[in-house]
């Protein structure tokens, strides 16, 4: 589950991390009421106004602006919100703003020029040890800096049982180049920001950028949080902070009925009952020469209420040609299942692409022979290479 930047700003400051404040507005009186009660808050003349959505590099599409006045604030919040931001890590037809969050700007002049760096915690699945992945050229794409200058990215190893030791945080700050006061709230930040990971069961907090203003304070400018999904019954107040508008609605849809669905870019849609099943028949898919439309795992029960379902979910994609069942019948019959497709079929009554079902387990020949005597456009095979035949049969 992914957060808002504004919710995870609000988790960071929680856990002790300084941010750069902020409200959240969902008009644009609400961002010029926002904006006046953060200059009195925080004495701040200028505002950043930042477009809320679950996508990155919002700056490059136009979603974050400054505003140099509260004619600004209420200028560019108008224009931000109902818009439909263009970034490199949305569709081409973008993501549509709800809201905006109305942030201090902290990149006044001062002493010193403000620097901007990066900073991530997350799973090294490799080691089963938590990392910060840190570097001193922030604001940019991290993949960019991997790719071009690896040397200027560093990682700390944590081990979870231990936490993270105040040697390693003074190490960051020193590789980071700092000195002074700096150097003290780096230590500060990073240790609080490795808490705010551990203790809200989190699988990523990615700031970019984390900034060094011109008075050498550090804050989270930005914040990307991923919460593990299988930790939220140990927090329970979290749930709310889902925002079902920022996720794909047929995703949505199936989550409600039970059915494990994940959408796909291709071409051939299927349905079949076993995470690892899915896996090899998505691979079987390819082979045939079609890409896979989604991942589809309709779970133990595959009666005929969730084949219907299951079809319906697959069908709403106009990109899908053929629909390819493989289902093995363990606990449920096969003759059951094929029972529930052609049920599931005669009742929607417009499905017009071809349907390739591979049934195998118990009552398999039985399952066969109800297909095959259906009278419906439904191909049966048994074995896994047939399936994959008719397949590329359909497709060309
Ligand atoms: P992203 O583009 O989606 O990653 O959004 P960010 O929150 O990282 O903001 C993008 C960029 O906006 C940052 O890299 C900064 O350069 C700029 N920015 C953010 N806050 C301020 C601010 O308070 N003042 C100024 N001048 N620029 C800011
Ligand atoms: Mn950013």
Redesign the pocket.
Known sequence: MNLH?YQGKEMLSSFGVRI?RGIVAQNAQEAVAAAKKLTEDTGTGWH?I?AQVHA?????GG??K?AKSLEEVERIAGEIIGMDLV?PQTSAEGKRVHQVLV?????YPGDNEPE?YYMSVLLNRATGRNMIMYSTEG?MDIETVAEETPHLIFTEEIDPSVGMMPFQARRIAFNLGLSGAAFKEMTKFATALYTAYDKSDASLFEI??VLKTSDDKIMA??AKVTMDENALYRHKDYVALRDLREENPIEVEAQEAGLNYVDLDGNVGCMVNGAGLAMATMDLIKQAGGEPANFLDVGGTADAARVEMAFELILRDPNVKAILINIFGGIVRCDRVAQGVIDAYKNMGNIDVPIIVRLQGTNADIAKELIDNSGLAVMSATEFQEAADKVHEVLS
């Open positions: 930047e750069q950043v930042k990155g590099g919002r700056g490059k979603g974050v400054i970034t942030a201090e700007d902290v990149y901007e604001g970019n950028p400018v930005d």
